[in-house]
């Protein structure tokens, strides 16, 4: 759909519009007294999330905006696979969700004055090549006083299938050596450097190269900067939640991410990362974060 029709059937008056973003990219742009938004068609990715004019998700400055490639930092959605595809090498890493160009599927102002958005992909020739199945795939965003991000599947096929994912949020933190997530205590997880499987003692602090995945946790997460929370993270129907931050020597191998970028940001992701997640025809399966934002240390 062309700008002038995205915008006749979906702008909002003062609050919601789409333009053209970067790589004329298609994207939404929201902004509320309570918090201001931008995502990207492609991938319904979103980009910026901001709360008193304060930057809250991590985008890298040398982020690519192409057809071909994921946008680096932001909200990426790794769907119908998370991390390698399990049979096949060449099949792109995290799926095809967040290469692939989203229609808008409606766009609302709740009564409390915030904004619901839900972004559509559909099975195609091209992702059946990929993913042999029919699905309608489902990106939801709550924006308000917190954020809200959805991954919801149906199953338009007529065998079932199953699959895995994660809600791949890189926050925006001050300095990672001052950060801390808590709320793993106790966790039983995955060190992907490693393949080791260890247990998570007290809070989880960063002085290195981090990629684990935990298994279930049912209690909120925080993340504590200098002793202060300045986000709340709550999760639901994953049944792990992966903790990514790449430091120095893997950032230096990312073409599109700063050699120091790894000071500022923090990945927490809700996922469903087993093989245990299978949706039968005609249903649904739905995974999701929601977000509060604190004032950060520098405020
Ligand atoms: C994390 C994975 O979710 O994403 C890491 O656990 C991976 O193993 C990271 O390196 C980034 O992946 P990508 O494909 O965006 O570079």
Redesign the pocket.
């Known amino acids: 759909m062309q700008l002038e029709a995205l915008n006749q059937k979906f702008a909002i008056d003062n609050k919601v519009k789409i333009v053209n973003g970067k790589g004329n990219l298609t994207k939404v742009c929201v902004e509320t007294p309570m918090a201001s938004a931008e995502i990207y068609l492609h991938g319904a990715h979103m980009t910026s999330f901001r709360q008193q004019n304060q930057e809250r998700l991590w985008l890298s400055p040398i982020a690519l905006f192409q057809t071909d490639k ?1 946008i ?1 930092g932001g909200i ?1 959605i ?1 769907w119908p696979w ?2 390698p595809h399990s049979t096949n090498p060449n099949f792109p ?2 799926g095809f969700a967040r290469t692939s160009s989203f229609t808008v599927e409606s766009i609302e102002e709740n009564s409390n004055g915030e904004i619901a958005i839900a972004f559509l992909l559909t099975s195609d020739e091209k992702t059946r090549m990929l993913f042999p199945y029919h699905f309608e795939l489902r990106v939801k965003y709550q924006i308000g006083e917190k954020l809200g991000i959805e991954i919801d599947t149906r199953n338009t096929d007529e065998q079932a299938f199953s699959l895995s994912e ?1 809600i ?1 949020s890189y926050f925006k933190i001050e300095d990672i050596r001052q950060t801390h997530l808590t709320g793993l205590d106790t966790t039983v997880y995955i060190d ?1 450097l490693t393949q080791q499987e260890k247990r998570q003692q007290g809070n989880l602090s960063f002085d290195g190269e981090t ?1 684990y ?1 935990f298994s279930k946790s049912n209690s909120e997460l925080l993340v504590e900067e200098a002793g202060k929370t300045t986000l709340r993270i709550n999760q639901q129907d994953g049944d792990s939640t ?1 903790v ?1 931050n ?1 430091w120095i020597d ?1 950032a230096k191998t ?1 073409g599109d991410f700063p050699d120091d970028g790894y000071f500022n940001m923090l ?1 927490v ?1 809700a996922a469903n990362t087993g093989d245990n997640l299978i949706i039968k025809p005609g249903e649904s399966h739905a995974i999701t974060q929601q977000i509060s934002f604190s004032a950060s240390t520098s405020s």
Do not use: I, N, T
Request: hydrophobic share 30%; net charge positive; proline share 10%.
């Open positions: 994921s680096r990426p790794c998370f991390g890493q995290h994660a791949h992907k990629d995945v992966v990514w790449p893997k990312m990945c992701e």
